[in-house]
Nanobody, 126 residues
Framework: QVQLVESGGGLVQAGDSLRLSCAVS????????MGWFRQAPGKEREFLAA????????RYADAAEGRFTISRDSAAKMVYLQMDSLRPEDSAVYYC???????????????????WGQGTQVTVGS
């Protein structure tokens, strides 16, 4: 069983950067895809980025491309989301997720992720 614990959220100003961390526990992680999602009040949870644990392939949603960077440290069992040039519309609860996803094209689909963290709040002031 994979367990995930996010940290690093907080209150920042527009244009600032923030790095979210996700501590991963569990075994056989090489078969997993790790993802970051977010959910703003009144909106559906949306995909941001994914990284494969074994070879660190990445993919991004349009909203994250160019500003957000996902990475993983397999030795430390950590997954990161570096967020730059933050905007007020980036304010949301950010979630780390894990799933055994065999088709890389499915990495955007939240229903493919079976393990979720508790979330960390990011608030971007204008």
């Amino acid at each position: 069983q994979v367990q995930l614990v996010e940290s690093g959220g907080g209150l920042v100003q527009a244009g600032d950067s923030l790095r979210l961390s996700c501590a991963v526990s569990g075994r056989s992680l090489s078969t997993y895809v790790m993802g970051w999602f977010r959910q703003a009040p009144g909106k559906e949870r949306e995909f941001l980025a994914a990284v494969s644990w074994n070879v660190a392939n990445t993919r991004y949603a349009d909203a994250a491309e160019g500003r957000f960077t996902i990475s993983r440290d397999s030795a430390a069992k950590m997954v990161y989301l570096q967020m730059d040039s933050l905007r007020p519309e980036d304010s949301a609860v950010y979630y780390c997720a894990a799933g055994v996803i065999r088709l890389w094209v499915q990495a955007r689909q939240q229903e493919k992720y079976t393990n979720w963290g508790q979330g960390t709040q990011v608030t971007v002031g204008s």
